[in-house]
């Protein structure tokens, strides 16, 4: 694992992941981990963190910072911003990464980051040049995993059928051959294995 000491200036590194968490940390939507309630997106992040690193042990600077900020602040963003339509989802996806990338880019700038690491953390934060960015593919396959891991079985026993093998295909459609692999390694329940059996049949 790349030593974080090797980093330009290792405390500026830090007191980014401290803004960044301590923001996330005011998240007011709770998510029990162990039986102890968490800011959800505080949460979502640190798993995030932990799934690049782990496809990624030598991960560089600013893909370690984007994986820290990628949901950042979300709740001040609700999907009930936009119109409960199809047009209205698009549109709330595409606004929350702008969202994201500037509340980045600020705290980035406040803790006295330069402008090109900043744009290539924006960059991330709004998928930018995926999938030909090798840290972009790292980011999403983390993203899926994240998902996989910690939401599918949420999703799969309160949404449609249908709606849920969708999701899966389109995630599984994203993921790189070494993210696919570590998706194979998750445990799943019966649900989750069936409908997982049922999006990749044939």
Request: hydrophobic residues 40%.
């Amino acid at each position: 694992m790349t030593d974080i000491a090797s980093f330009a200036d290792p405390a500026r590194f830090h007191e980014a992941l401290r803004r960044f968490d301590a923001e996330n940390a005011r998240d007011p939507n709770q998510e029990l981990h162990d039986g102890v309630p968490h800011p959800k997106e505080l949460l979502y992040a640190q798993r995030l963190t932990d799934w690049v690193l782990r496809l990624c042990p030598d991960a560089p600077e600013e893909l370690r910072l984007a994986a820290r900020c990628q949901h950042l602040c979300r709740w001040e963003s609700p999907r009930s911003s936009q119109p409960m339509t199809r047009a209205g989802y698009l549109l709330w996806r595409a606004n929350l990464k702008k969202f994201h990338a500037q509340k980045s880019g600020e705290i980035l700038a406040a803790t006295g980051y330069p402008a090109d690491v900043i744009q290539k953390v924006q960059d991330l934060n709004l998928k930018k040049n995926f999938p030909q960015d090798p840290n972009s593919r790292i980011l999403e396959d983390a993203l899926c995993l994240v998902f996989l891991e910690f939401q599918f079985a949420a999703l799969a026993a309160k949404t449609d059928e249908a709606k849920t093998i969708n999701a899966l295909q389109k995630s599984w459609q994203k993921m790189s051959a070494a993210g696919r692999d570590e998706a194979l390694k998750l445990k799943f329940g019966p649900l989750e294995q069936r409908l997982l059996a049922a999006a990749f049949k044939g």
